[in-house]
T-cell receptor
Framework: ETGVTQTPRHLVMGMTNKKSLKCEQH?????MYWYKQSAKKPLELMFV???????ENNSVPSRFSPECPNSSHLFLHLHTLQPEDSALYLC??????????????FGSGTRLTVV | AQSVTQLDSQVPVFEEAPVELRCNYS??????LFWYVQYPNQGLQLLLK??????LVKGINGFEAEFNKSQTSFHLRKPSVHISDTAEYFC??????????????FGTGTRLTIIP
């Protein structure tokens, strides 16, 4: 399988639940990203990982906890979320520090609904 | 710091008519420029990119964009749109001086709606 794969595609969770989103890439990329896309709002960069190290956290609430065990996998652990956290969560990857010319490859996203 | 402005949040166009989606950027250094397309309930897909050389860049699905350094613009065009072009389009910029760090700055997106 090639490209960036996100699972699950859809997730409904209660505010007291704990769940995880998974992202996997088979492109040999070294950088991975989590974005939040809410209706009628710009794309929000949440976290950036380069070579498994977190290089950016854009003031994301602690109820979102990222994990990057290796350059191919990225997780977003969720707990005690709020209804306003309902959104499309997009994962992306890129070559990172090797080259600046390829842009990002995105997954299809996880549609999260918090009830 | 770099920024991207997409002035038009929504653009309705009749089928088979031409379309232009506007993108302006701000940066103190040379940049790479990208257009992405997002179909409903999908991730973003690379449409085309400008790195260097010819200022007219051709992408997938019949789209093209022209880099204009003096006007700091990178407008996206298609001479004849199809129903299947209905989607959201994002312009993005990457700072060339970051020695390969590919952090992209995205615009707020333009929703293109094709009217039959």
């Amino acid at each position: 399988e090639t490209g960036v794969t996100q699972t699950p595609r859809h997730l409904v969770m209660g505010m007291t639940n704990k769940k995880s989103l998974k992202c996997e890439q088979h492109l040999g990329h070294n950088a991975m990203y989590w974005y939040k896309q809410s209706a009628k709002k710009p794309l929000e960069l949440m976290f950036v990982y380069n070579f498994k190290e977190q290089t950016e956290n854009n003031s994301v609430p602690s109820r979102f906890s990222p994990e990057c065990p290796n350059s191919s996998h990225l997780f977003l652990h969720l707990h005690t979320l709020q209804p306003e956290d309902s959104a499309l969560y997009l994962c992306a990857s890129s070559h990172g520090l090797l080259t600046g010319t390829d842009g990002y490859t995105f997954g299809s996203g996880t549609r999260l609904t918090v009830v | 710091a770099q920024s991207v402005t997409q002035l038009d949040s929504q653009v309705p166009v009749f089928e088979e008519a031409p379309v232009e989606l506007r993108c302006n950027y701000s940066s103190s250094v040379s940049v790479y420029l990208f257009w992405y397309v997002q179909y409903p309930n999908q991730g973003l897909q690379l449409l085309l990119k400008y790195l260097s050389g010819s200022t007219l860049v051709k992408g997938i699905n019949g789209f093209e964009a022209e880099f204009n350094k003096s006007q700091t613009s990178f407008h996206l065009r298609k001479p004849s749109v199809h129903i299947s072009d209905t989607a959201e389009y994002f312009c993005a910029v990457s700072d060339r001086s970051n020695f390969g760090n590919e952090k992209l700055t995205f615009g707020t997106g333009t929703r293109l709606t094709i009217i039959p």
